[in-house]
């Protein structure tokens, strides 16, 4: 059984950083793409960052370059995304997902396992 499993979010000052961490079991890590989404209160759940098989290659939604930075470590079964400099815009929950597809893959129905999401609130 596959299980995404986020922890980390919380609540936090605008221009405040957290890391948020995604631990995976149940599925072979290093042959999935790995990304990380958002559901805002009263929005549709976007796009935030991904990541390749290997760690080498990342790609970001344009609005988030600069700020948000995805890692992933094969060895532990986990992938990272580090954010600074918060917003309140960014107050949303957090979803890790994984895809055997491949990295340009930007919508949701393209992610074949999530996790439940944890949320993150940054205070003004």
């Known amino acids: 059984q596959v299980q995404l499993v986020e922890s980390g979010g919380g609540l936090v000052q605008a221009g405040g950083s957290l890391r948020l961490s995604c631990a995976a079991s149940?599925?072979?890590?290093?042959?999935?793409?790995m990304g990380w989404f958002r559901r805002a209160p009263g929005k549709e759940r976007e796009f935030v960052a991904a990541i390749s098989r290997s760690g080498g290659i990342t790609k970001y939604a344009d609005s988030l370059k600069g700020r948000f930075t995805i890692s992933r470590d094969n060895a532990k079964n986990t992938v990272y995304l580090q954010m600074n400099s918060l917003k309140p815009e960014d107050t949303a929950v957090y979803y890790c997902a994984a895809n055997d597809l491949g990295l340009n893959r930007v919508q949701s129905r393209e992610y074949n396992y999530w996790g439940q999401g944890t949320q993150v609130t940054v205070s003004s």
């Open positions: 149940g599925l072979t890590f290093s042959s999935y793409i």
